[in-house]
Protein backbone atom coordinates (compact mmCIF):
# COMPACT_ATOMS: atom_id res chain seq x y z
CA UNK A 1 0.00 0.00 0.00
CA UNK A 2 1.61 3.45 -0.93
CA UNK A 3 0.72 6.37 1.42
CA UNK A 4 0.35 9.95 -0.05
CA UNK A 5 4.22 11.65 0.49
CA UNK A 6 6.00 8.45 -1.19
CA UNK A 7 6.17 6.68 1.96
CA UNK A 8 5.72 2.81 1.43
CA UNK A 9 3.45 0.81 3.83
CA UNK A 10 2.07 2.25 6.94
CA UNK A 11 4.33 2.81 9.56
CA UNK A 12 5.15 -0.08 11.57
CA UNK A 13 6.61 1.41 14.74
CA UNK A 14 3.28 3.39 15.76
CA UNK A 15 1.49 -0.21 15.00
CA UNK A 16 3.92 -2.39 17.76
CA UNK A 17 3.53 0.53 20.34
CA UNK A 18 0.00 -0.06 20.33
CA UNK A 19 -0.06 -3.27 19.95
CA UNK A 20 2.24 -3.64 22.92
CA UNK A 21 0.11 -1.10 25.50
CA UNK A 22 -3.07 -2.97 24.19
CA UNK A 23 -1.53 -6.22 25.53
CA UNK A 24 -0.44 -4.54 28.58
CA UNK A 25 -4.02 -3.18 29.21
CA UNK A 26 -5.71 -6.35 29.01
CA UNK A 27 -3.15 -8.01 31.20
CA UNK A 28 -4.01 -5.82 34.28
CA UNK A 29 -7.73 -6.32 33.49
CA UNK A 30 -7.09 -10.33 33.82
CA UNK A 31 -6.53 -11.54 37.38
CA UNK A 32 -3.28 -12.42 36.56
CA UNK A 33 -1.26 -12.34 33.62
CA UNK A 34 -1.13 -16.19 32.64
CA UNK A 35 -4.81 -16.57 32.85
CA UNK A 36 -6.67 -16.87 29.78
CA UNK A 37 -9.58 -14.65 29.23
CA UNK A 38 -12.08 -15.30 26.87
CA UNK A 39 -12.96 -11.44 27.60
CA UNK A 40 -9.31 -10.79 26.22
CA UNK A 41 -9.73 -9.83 23.07
CA UNK A 42 -7.39 -7.69 20.72
CA UNK A 43 -8.57 -6.57 17.34
CA UNK A 44 -6.24 -5.09 14.55
CA UNK A 45 -8.64 -4.43 10.98
CA UNK A 46 -7.50 -2.00 8.38
CA UNK A 47 -8.44 -1.17 4.93
CA UNK A 48 -8.08 1.23 2.32
CA UNK A 49 -10.60 3.53 0.42
CA UNK A 50 -11.66 6.54 -1.07
CA UNK A 51 -8.19 7.79 -0.89
CA UNK A 52 -7.14 6.61 2.21
CA UNK A 53 -5.82 3.97 4.70
CA UNK A 54 -7.08 3.42 7.65
CA UNK A 55 -5.83 0.74 10.68
CA UNK A 56 -7.95 -0.11 13.89
CA UNK A 57 -6.40 -1.51 16.74
CA UNK A 58 -8.99 -2.09 19.80
CA UNK A 59 -8.71 -3.90 22.92
CA UNK A 60 -10.93 -5.04 25.63
CA UNK A 61 -8.13 -3.83 28.36
CA UNK A 62 -8.63 -1.54 31.57
CA UNK A 63 -9.66 1.15 29.18
CA UNK A 64 -8.60 4.97 30.38
CA UNK A 65 -10.67 8.10 32.05
CA UNK A 66 -10.74 10.99 30.56
CA UNK A 67 -7.98 12.60 32.13
CA UNK A 68 -5.36 9.84 30.84
CA UNK A 69 -6.75 10.15 27.66
CA UNK A 70 -5.58 13.47 26.93
CA UNK A 71 -2.48 13.26 27.67
CA UNK A 72 -0.89 10.02 25.79
CA UNK A 73 0.37 11.85 23.32
CA UNK A 74 2.68 13.71 25.69
CA UNK A 75 6.32 12.99 25.75
CA UNK A 76 6.82 11.32 29.22
CA UNK A 77 3.65 10.54 29.99
CA UNK A 78 3.11 7.57 31.75
CA UNK A 79 0.64 5.66 33.67
CA UNK A 80 2.60 2.64 34.14
CA UNK A 81 5.33 2.00 37.00
CA UNK A 82 8.96 2.92 37.14
CA UNK A 83 10.93 0.51 34.74
CA UNK A 84 8.18 -0.65 32.35
CA UNK A 85 7.66 2.62 30.54
CA UNK A 86 9.44 5.62 28.90
CA UNK A 87 6.17 7.64 28.14
CA UNK A 88 7.75 8.13 24.75
CA UNK A 89 6.32 5.45 22.67
CA UNK A 90 2.87 7.08 21.87
CA UNK A 91 4.33 10.59 21.39
CA UNK A 92 6.76 9.02 18.94
CA UNK A 93 4.50 7.52 17.06
CA UNK A 94 1.92 10.32 17.36
CA UNK A 95 4.23 12.22 15.25
CA UNK A 96 4.97 9.41 12.67
CA UNK A 97 1.60 9.13 12.21
CA UNK A 98 1.60 12.82 11.69
CA UNK A 99 4.75 12.70 9.31
CA UNK A 100 2.41 10.42 7.07
CA UNK A 101 -0.13 13.25 6.50
CA UNK A 102 -2.12 10.85 8.95
CA UNK A 103 -4.05 11.25 12.11
CA UNK A 104 -4.90 9.25 15.14
CA UNK A 105 -8.14 9.37 16.51
CA UNK A 106 -9.33 7.55 20.24
CA UNK A 107 -11.83 6.24 21.99
CA UNK A 108 -11.69 4.49 25.31
CA UNK A 109 -14.26 3.35 28.43
CA UNK A 110 -13.02 2.47 32.01
CA UNK A 111 -13.41 -0.87 32.33
CA UNK A 112 -14.45 -1.67 28.53
CA UNK A 113 -11.12 -0.99 26.52
CA UNK A 114 -9.46 1.02 23.88
CA UNK A 115 -9.72 1.64 19.96
CA UNK A 116 -6.85 3.92 17.95
CA UNK A 117 -7.88 4.41 14.98
CA UNK A 118 -4.98 5.89 12.31
CA UNK A 119 -6.13 7.00 9.26
CA UNK A 120 -3.50 7.89 6.33
CA UNK A 121 -3.58 9.77 3.21
CA UNK A 122 -3.67 7.29 0.21
CA UNK A 123 -1.63 8.25 -3.28
CA UNK A 124 -3.87 9.08 -5.98
CA UNK A 125 -5.13 6.70 -8.42
CA UNK A 126 -5.41 3.56 -6.48
CA UNK A 127 -4.40 1.58 -4.08
CA UNK A 128 -1.33 -0.75 -4.97
CA UNK A 129 -0.61 -4.36 -3.14
CA UNK A 130 2.79 -4.62 -1.76
CA UNK A 131 4.81 -7.21 0.48
CA UNK A 132 7.15 -6.02 2.77
CA UNK A 133 9.44 -7.85 4.54
CA UNK A 134 11.34 -7.55 8.12
CA UNK A 135 15.58 -8.24 7.67
Do not use: C, W
Not at 14 to 20: K, P, R
Not at 28 to 38: G, L
Not at 81 to 106: A, F, M, P, Q, R
Amino acid sequence: MLLAGGQSGVPPVGHLNLVMNSQDAMEEEQASAYQVDERSVLRIRSFAGEGRVVVSIADTGIGMPEYVKERIFEPFFTTKEVGKGTGLDLSIGYGIVKNYGGTIEVESEVGRGTTFTLTFPALPGGVERREEHLA
